[in-house]
T-cell receptor
Framework: DTGVSQDPRHKITKRGQNVTFRCDPISEHNRLYWYRQTLGQGPEFLTYFQNEAQLEKSRLLSDRFSAERPKGSFSTLEIQRTEQGDSAMYLC?????????????FGEGSRLTVL | SQQGEEDPQALSIQEGENATMNCSYKTSINNLQWYRQNSGRGLVHLILIRSNEREKHSGRLRVTLDTSKKSSSLLITASRAADTASYFCATDTGGGNKLTFGTGTQLKVEL
C-alpha cells in the first residue's frame, strides 16, 4: 500500500536557514494539498495543486514559502530564511479530482523545529 | 483560519462508554468530514456527511449534521483505549475541495 509519503519526517534547523520538504502523493491522485499544523490546533490550509498547476495559495503562505509540483507528481515546499514561528508540522494530502466524495489522504507529516 | 470549533476541547472517558464531540462551523458547506489524528501522526479520514444528509453511520461511528444550526456531532460508541486520539471536523465549502479544519477534541479513553 503506497500511501502519501513525506520526507523528512523531522527537521531541526537554525533560524535563517532554508528547508525543503517533499511529498509523494498516491500515484493516481492529481490533487495535492499542503497544510500547516501547530501544537494544539487543527491543520491550516496553505496551498493546493491540480496536476502541476498551483490553483490556490493561502495568505498564510508568505513570500518566504514556495511550493512546486513540476511534473504533476511529487511536490516540494520550501521555506527560506526560517523563523521560529515557522516551527510546525507540515502535512501533505492528496485526492483524485473526480470519482471520490472528497476525503483527503494525509501523509505522516514533516515536523519542523526552528532554533 | 479555522472554520469550525469543536466542543469539548478535551474529553476523558472510561473504556466502554460513549464519546460525543460537537463541531460548529460558520459558512455553507458541501460536506463535513471527521478525521482522527494520533499524537505526532498524520490525519486519517473517518466519515463524510453531505449537506443534504442528516445522519450517517460507519461501524461504531455515528455522525449527525444540522445545517440550520451549522453544527455536527460525532458519536463513538463502546469506546476502546485505542480510540484515544484527537478528532477534527473539517468542512468542504467547494472550490477545489479544500478542507477547513476545526480546533479538535482530544479524546482519552482509559482502561
Amino acid at each position: 500500500d503506497t500511501g502519501v509519503s513525506q520526507d523528512p519526517r523531522h527537521k531541526i534547523t537554525k533560524r535563517g536557514q532554508n528547508v525543503t520538504f517533499r511529498c509523494d502523493p498516491i500515484s493516481e491522485h492529481n490533487r495535492l494539498y499542503w497544510y500547516r499544523q501547530t501544537l494544539g490546533q487543527g491543520p491550516e490550509f496553505l496551498t493546493y495543486f491540480q496536476n502541476e498547476a498551483q490553483l490556490e495559495k493561502s495568505r498564510l503562505l508568505s513570500d518566504r514559502f514556495s511550493a512546486e509540483r513540476p511534473k504533476g507528481s511529487f511536490s516540494t515546499l520550501e521555506i527560506q530564511r526560517t523563523e521560529q514561528g515557522d516551527s510546525a508540522m507540515y502535512l501533505c494530502a492528496s485526492r483524485p479530482s473526480s470519482g471520490s466524495a472528497g476525503e483527503l489522504f494525509f501523509g505522516e507529516g514533516s515536523r519542523l523545529t526552528v532554533l | 483560519s479555522q472554520q469550525g470549533e469543536e466542543d469539548p476541547q478535551a474529553l476523558s472517558i472510561q473504556e466502554g462508554e460513549n464519546a460525543t464531540m460537537n463541531c460548529s462551523y460558520k459558512t455553507s458547506i458541501n460536506n463535513l468530514q471527521w478525521y482522527r489524528q494520533n499524537s505526532g501522526r498524520g490525519l486519517v479520514h473517518l466519515i463524510l456527511i453531505r449537506s443534504n444528509e442528516r445522519e450517517k453511520h460507519s461501524g461504531r461511528l455515528r455522525v449527525t449534521l444540522d445545517t440550520s444550526k451549522k453544527s455536527s456531532s460525532l458519536l463513538i460508541t463502546a469506546s476502546r483505549a485505542a480510540d484515544t486520539a484527537s478528532y477534527f471536523c473539517a468542512t468542504d465549502t467547494g472550490g477545489g475541495n479544500k478542507l477547513t479544519f476545526g480546533t479538535g477534541t482530544q479524546l482519552k479513553v482509559e482502561l
